[in-house]
């Protein structure tokens, strides 16, 4: 037995208020993707490139899926990393940075002012920098060996090519001259690809593959993985990292990029979704609970993400990318968002304001902050939305997107109903 | 570690590697209402507990971790000898 007792120090994480307000705009960002779609109807989603198919990935890329990982890489850091974020405070600045990064952003794609573009690049680049700048700190100095630690690490390094590519393209989107190599027919097409799949696979799916190795073990009391398996994960991963990065450098066709992202996808929709279904099924302790429905979703997805992908590679239909995009966004990693927060948001809770008063006074569970039935109903709105959006990709008329936009509206407002219930429970128990 | 002897006045363990996060540390803390110095509590968990730590701080309380081959943790927490 290794004793690590002379290393053992209260591991301090961020201020509750840290990773809950990056938590909570998570919810406005699906109302604000709702109405969009539900006031637009057709207009604008007729393929990806659409002013309002782009606002409204945007909102989900950005809106949910960046906020909800920046919250939890500032809870995760000092827990798994061993290592504190310098300057924590600073975090609310990133939010309130990016949040008007991100207004900006999808006010310029929606069709608004071009002008929009500059201000989101000079927001998103101070909130982006002011988070990469003490995180990368913070990872450096981490002693911390394990698969998570380094799948955080190529993750942080995913998220700052992916805002390298996506600053380029709004730079370019803002008026300002275009560089040499996007100058070509396809160096356009490139950079939209490889920015997208940069996101998809070295940030979204690295950080979402490195949290599970960690949460899916400890939260459903299931087997760890493999000895090997994180690190062929992360090996595709940085693989793909690595090649898309450099895409965005040489002149190369779009079908080359999608190769490019091959290693990365593999790993991320069928090699990690084949062991978290394994361990999720061995799981010790087999009782309902709600946010496993999220996970099963979720790891169901990631497989029809590939195959998506692939048939959007392959076949020039202006549907397949949005099919693609929307199982993506909301089928997996959307879903898998959604399916932590009510796992996280209560535990979080619980550990920062009942636990110091356990033993002197009772305190309600975790169960009794989010009871299974508001995560239940979460679930049957998301998948029901899920549904939805494809049906309205099928469909292209006007009432089909209409119904998607209220069903993103009211995923909104089920997870806000979560988490909000959770916080106010919290609150009124220890008043 | 001479001063750590009262590592061994720590019996039985409490086995909380089969309950769901945060069940184990609520176990922890309501099992440390009250403890001496002269009173050990032991407990195997499936992992090192780190969120535990600054609660136990925060109690005044001293405590060990053991990291075990098989992945579990062993800790052991008394009350703080005055």
New interface residues.
């Given amino acids: 037995?290794?004793?690590?007792?002379a290393s053992?120090?209260?591991?301090?994480?961020p201020p509750l208020s840290v990773p809950l307000a990056f938590f909570f705009t998570a919810p406005f960002a699906l109302i604000a993707a709702g109405v969009l779609i539900a006031v637009r109807g057709s207009e604008g989603l007729a393929s990806m490139w659409g002013n309002t198919a782009l606002a409204a990935a945007h909102l989900g890329a950005v809106g949910l899926l960046l906020f909800v990982m920046i919250g939890a890489l500032y809870q995760m850091l000092p827990?798994v990393g061993g290592a504190a974020v310098p300057g924590i405070r600073l975090a609310h600045g990133v939010h309130a940075l990016l949040l008007a990064g991100a207004a900006a952003l999808i006010v310029g794609q929606s069709g608004g002012p071009v002008g929009a573009f500059t201000w989101a690049v000079a927001a998103l680049l101070a909130g982006l920098l002011l988070f990469l700048t003490p995180t990368g700190v913070a990872l450096a100095r981490s002693r911390a060996e394990g698969p998570t630690v380094w799948g955080l690490r190529v993750a942080v390094l995913g998220l700052t090519a992916v805002v390298f590519a996506g600053l380029r393209l709004a730079w370019i989107r803002s008026g300002a001259p275009t560089p040499g190599v996007l100058a070509s027919p396809t160096g356009w097409l490139t950079l939209r690809i490889a920015h997208a799949h940069l996101g998809f696979l070295a940030w979204i799916g690295g950080l979402l593959t490195a949290v599970s190795w960690q949460v899916v073990?400890?939260?459903?009391?299931a087997p760890?993985p493999p000895r090997a398996l994180p690190w062929v994960t992360l090996g595709g991963v940085a693989a793909s990292l690595v090649g898309l990065f450099t895409a965005l450098f040489v002149d190369v066709e779009p079908s080359t990029v999608v190769w490019l992202a091959l290693p990365g996808a593999l790993a991320v929709w069928l090699a990690h979704p084949a062991w978290t279904l394994t361990a999720l099924r061995k799981r010790?302790?087999r009782r309902k609970d709600a946010t496993l429905w999220f996970w099963w979703l979720a790891m169901g997805v990631a497989p029809l993400c590939l195959a998506a992908g692939a048939a959007s590679a392959a076949f020039d239909s202006p549907k397949l990318p949005l099919v693609y995009g929307t199982l993506v966004l909301f089928g997996w990693a959307g879903a898998l968002v959604h399916g932590m927060l009510t796992r996280v948001v209560p535990?979080l809770v619980?550990?920062h304001w009942c636990?110091?008063h356990?033993?002197?006074r009772p305190m309600p569970?975790?169960r009794e902050l989010l009871p299974q039935r508001p995560i239940a109903v979460g679930f049957t709105v998301h998948a029901s939305t899920l549904v939805a959006a494809l049906a309205a990709i099928a469909l292209d008329s006007s009432l089909a997107w209409r119904g998607l936009g209220v069903g993103l509206a009211a995923t909104g407002c089920v997870l806000l109903w979560e988490v909000g219930t959770v916080v106010a429970r919290g609150r009124a128990a220890t008043r | 570690m001479p001063e750590d002897d009262w590592l061994a006045r720590a019996l039985p363990v409490e086995d909380l590697t089969g309950l769901e996060p945060p069940e184990p540390m609520l176990r922890i803390l309501l099992a440390c209402a009250g403890l001496t110095a002269e009173v050990v509590y032991c407990a195997r968990l499936p992992h090192a507990p780190r969120p535990l730590y600054p609660q136990l701080e925060a109690r005044g309380l001293e405590w060990r971790v053991g990291l075990c081959p098989d992945g579990t943790a062993l800790l052991w927490i008394r009350g703080r000898a005055r």
Avoid at chain 1, 1 to 5: A, G, K, L, N, V
Avoid at chain 1, 217 to 221: A, D, H, Q, S
């Fill in positions: 037995m290794t004793f690590s007792m053992v120090r209260p591991e301090q994480g827990t073990p400890m939260f459903f009391l760890a010790a302790r535990f619980w550990l636990a110091p356990v033993g002197s569970s975790v």
